[in-house]
Structure formats: C-alpha cells, structure tokens
C-alpha cells in the first residue's frame, strides 16, 4: 500500500519507551500538543493495541487516563499499555486517514478491522496495447493494427488497470461480473474469446452457434458494424439503455422503410431483450453513483451489507464481516468501515447509511480529497432511498443471522473434535499440511491455517520442495515441517493447538520426528489416512501421541471438520503445484532460446496467450511484439518449427 503523502509532512512524532516502571499515561499526556493527529499504543512486548485518530491530540489521549470509570474492554486494554506513540498531522482528514491505513495494514488487536483483501472485479473492454506513442483509453487502433484489436472483446478483469481499453465498475462480485457479460453477450453479441483463441479459428464456434457472437474471427461481420455493436455495449454499461434503445428504435424504422424485413425483425427483438434486462437492473431513484449501507449487530458478530448502484443500475450487493475487538457501537463500526473499505477504492459521490458514522463530517473531507469529488454521507434519507436502506438492513438482519448460525456449527465441530482426541481445550488453531506433484515433478507442500471462525487465508503458506529425489513424499513433508517450525523457533508466527498431516504412519512420524527435533512440545500431532473405501467420511485419524488409530465415521462433526481443514490443504497444494508446473513448462523452451531474456518472455507468452499460441505463431506475428525483430523472430519460429 502507498505510503500516504502527509506522513512525510508530520511534524512532531512523541514516543515513550517502556521500562521496569508502569507506564505512566498522564505525564505522557502533559507532552502532547492539542493539534489532530494519531495515537499508537503497545504492550511490553511491543504488540500493537490500539490505533486512534483525534482533532485534539491531548483531549483524545488525555481522556484514557483521567476518566474514573470507563468500559471493561477499555480497561483492559489501558492496563496493558508500555508504551505509547504519536503521529501529529495537518488536519483531521488526514488523520482519518493515516488511522485506517494504519489499521488495515497493521490489524491491531482492539481495533475494528475490515478483512477484505480481495481486489474488486471489472468488466474490461480491450483495446491498443499501451505503448510509447500513445497509452490510456483513448487511445486508438493503427491502421495496420492486427484484427483482434480492431475487434476488441469484454472479458473479467481482476487488478491493475494498466492496459488500453475502458474498465466498467467496481462490481460487487465475481458473480455480478459474470452476469453481466453474459447479458451483455446476448443483447449485443461481443466476443469474449482470448486473442489467442480468435487469431486460430478458421470457423465459427459454438458462441455464434448460440447467437451469443457475430464470429469476426472470420469475417462474419465487417468492422464499421462490430464496432457500432461494442458502442451500444459501452452506452449499456455506462447506464445509457434508454439511448441506446433509441438508437435501435431509428435503425430498425429504417430497416423497415429500405423494406429489410428480417433485419428490423432482429433489431425489434434485440429491443425487447434490452427492455427486459433494463426491467430488472435499472432503479428508479438511484440515477447517482451511489452505496447503500446498512450494519447489523448481534452475537458478538457484526455484518455490514453495500448495495452498489452506478448510473441508475443495480451491481448486486455484498457483505462483510468486520473484526469488532469487543465494540458494540453501530456508529464506530461504520465509521471504521467507509475509512478503511474506500481507503483504496472508487468512492461514489453518494454513501447513504443506516446509522450516522462516527466522525462523519472528517469522514466525508477526507474521502472527498482522496477521490477528487466531493462525498455525500447521509443517514436521514426519505422515499426511494428510504427503500433501498430498508433492503440493505433486511439483508443484514437475514446475512448476519446465517452467519451466527455457521458459527454455532463450527464451533460445535471444534468441540466435537477436541472430545474424540481428548484435548484438554477446544484447539483455536488447527494446521494441516499436505504434498501435491505430478510423478515427481513441481513438488509443493502446503500448510492450511482453521480458527473456530473457518479458514484464515492469511496465515496459509506454500512451500516449494528442492534438493529431494523426486517423488519422495516422506522428504518432502519433512522439508516442508521443518522449514515451518524453524521459523516459530526464530520467533516468527505462532505454534499450532492442533497439527494434522494428510497421510499415514510414514508421514506422520516425519512430522513427529521434525518437531523432536527442534525441540518443540505440547502440539498434538494426528495424522490422516484414507479408509479402506478411500470414500469422504471413512478417514482414520491416528494419533501421534497414544498410536491409537480412531474411525469417527461419516456422521461425525468432528470428521466434517476434518475432512474441511483436509480438503481445503489439498487444493491449496495442487493450486500451487499446477501454478509451478505450468510455469516451468511454458519458459523452458523460451530459455533455451539466446537473446529471449525474462521481459521478453513474458511479453512473447502474454501477447499469445501461452506456449501454444506461440508455438503457432508465424514470424510476421512474432515481430509484432515489442522488442522482437525480425532476426529473434526467426530463431524463436525455428525452435518450435525445427
């Protein structure tokens, strides 16, 4: 993440080191200046507890430690304090700001964290490449550009917007996405094939079959009539449906009076097509680029539901659930939502809101600098954006209660499992690793992390096995253990309560033998082996500690979470496996290949969509890439050509 501009221009920065005396917050407080700016506390071993912003740096502060009462959690945290740090900035804006930066990058314990760190999907029209005479959406094809930039497509796009084309969103989801190209597909009938794909078609496939493409890949539709196609489709996904229902209209009358008749036939069905989908999208009400969001509190569990609409359309709506470190106020949870969530995204001109946010005009300044636009932030809303706040909070209400529900199964799971092996306590962290290769070859181990919460993403890590004989699984198990808890013992990452390892007796004494071996205790090992049906549900657990081999059976919730935590470590292993495995395949070739250094490589792959439409590639072809002359083009046609 980009360091924000105003650290740079901070100037004052208070620290207080911890020492063998308490910490002592009112002379700390006597230090501090009254100007905006960021707090920072931390404990004796130097965790990060708290992080908070203030319009007044010594009021803020002050009142932790001169209030004679206050909530038990705030107590608690107080207590904990070694030291403390602040950060004085310009304006409270810009606090805002560097507190949610602060916050989601560094995840402090008390503190109300979004866990979201996915990039959100777009809808991508192609265009020109990029390159050193012209970049941006504007630009336009070359009159000798090739045919697949003259018949750009829409595809899904995650990412850096980094090359030519438009980009259409944020969408809520990948769902959302995918939806709409298909609708996109069949009102107006854009290709969605790889480059690759369309350069070798010498027929139409089964999307034009399906009247779902106009096959330009050979010449079924001339350029001047795709094009007004993907204009229509641009117009669609800018909100414009009207416009371009217009537009139809016109051509179609005229169609009719040239006494075209199969032609205004199609046009007046692909009219009544684009009045259906604009039936169901289109919102009256929402004709701003607008969110709705509604939060929901209950359980100790807390849901935050967005419905996104752009341009009057409908994108779906999603949920998130952020970590509440103890909090119950509605207003603080919001307020640490819209900070953190549109610290780094697009932010509409309108945020309506089932509850005030905390801080809500600092808030309102400081996402209106970051995004160029000024940002309306209401709570008190009437007719259709009433209705639309009502849906987001029955969505949360109806999200949050599955939710708690999961929760409750999940946690019974934990505690059926820690019954059948005999815990002392329900395990808060479970490991499993597990060994994914093809005959021997890209060995990767992976290491799964579960919490009484389900899968933490965050904390799972790949390992890519070398130095082995190639299909040695009892090796590589031991590479991968070994290289794990070396780094627990260094000091970085915690042990698990519960450590599972995918295999049987042999690999499960590798595990054994590595952790006797760097000296760790107290984590129960069990290992998992495939029944004799080697069916779901008929696994046997053996445990390390006793050599007692148990058969919970398919009905037992103590085996459904084992069979999660376990499949969940098998793709993961056969995602990186394949990932390395398809990555040596397709540069091997290319490395052989004098003068074709990475950039190249990458370049030659991207622009063919892998090693098989390079290998087809003529020298013509090849020399449209940059920095390919005619000379390399040779010698790399020769190589896959003899």
Known sequence: METLDFLARADDDHRMTEGDTPFDGKTFVRTLTGAPGVYRMFDAQGGLLYVGKASNLKKRVGSYFLKPKMDPRIASMISQIARMETTVTRTEAEALLLEAQLIKSLRPRYNIVLRDDKSYPYIHLTGPKPSARSRGADARPREDAPAYETFPRLEFHRGARNEGGRYFGPFPSAGAVRESLELIQKLFRVRNCEDSYFRNRSRPCLQYQIQRCTAPCVGLIDEAAYAERVRHAEMFLDGKAEAVMRELVATMERASAELAFERAAAIRDQIAAVKRVQARHYVQGASTDMDVIACAIGGGVACVTVL???????????????????????????????????????????????????????????????????????????????????????????????????????????????????????????????????????????????????????????????????????????????????????????????????????????????????????????????????????????????????????????????????????????????????????????????????????????????????????????????????????????????
């Open 308 to 642: 996104f609409f752009r341009n009057g359309v409908s994108l779906g709506s999603r949920d998130f659930f952020p970590r509440l470190a103890g909090s119950s106020d509605i207003a603080a949870i919001l307020g640490s939502f819209l900070a953190q969530y549109y610290l780094d995204r697009p932010v509409p001109r309108e945020l309506v809101v089932s509850d005030a946010p905390e801080d809500g005009e600092a808030l309102a300044t400081a996402l209106a600098e970051r995004s160029g636009h000024a940002v309306d932030i209401k709570h008190s809303v009437r007719n259709e954006r009433a209705r639309f706040l009502d849906l987001a909070q029955r969505n949360a209400q109806a999200s949050l209660a599955a939710r708690l529900a999961s929760k409750q199964t999940l946690l019974a799971r934990f505690e059926a499992l820690r019954d059948l092996l005999g815990l002392d306590e329900t395990p808060q962290r479970i490991e499993c690793f597990d060994i994914s290769h093809t005959m021997g070859e890209a060995t990767v181990a992976s290491c799964v992390v579960f919490g009484p919460e389900g899968p933490e993403k965050s904390q799972y890590r790949r390992f890519n096995i070398t130095g082995i004989t190639p299909g040695d699984d009892y090796a590589a198990m031991r590479q991968a253990l070994t290289r794990r808890y070396k780094r627990v013992q260094d000091g970085e990452g915690k042990l698990p309560d519960l450590l599972l390892i995918d295999g049987g007796q042999g690999q499960l004494q590798q595990a054994i033998d590595v952790l006797n071996e760097l000296g760790v205790e107290g984590v129960p090992i069990v290992g998992v082996a495939k029944g004799e049906a080697r069916r779901a549900g008929d696994e046997n657990l053996i445990v390390a500690a006793t050599g007692q081999t148990l058969f919970p059976g398919p009905e037992s919730p103590a085996s459904h979470l084992v069979q999660s935590v376990r499949d969940e470590a098998h793709r993961f292993a056969i995602t990186g496996h394949r990932g390395r495995r398809e990555k040596a395949r397709e540069t091997s070739t290319l490395e052989e290949i004098s003068g074709v250094g990475a950039r190249r490589r990458a370049a030659l792959l991207k622009h063919f969509g892998g090693l098989g439409g390079l290998s087809k590639a003529g020298v013509e072809e090849l020399m449209q890439v940059e920095g390919i002359n005619k000379q390399l083009s040779e010698r790399i046609y020769a190589t896959f050509h003899g």
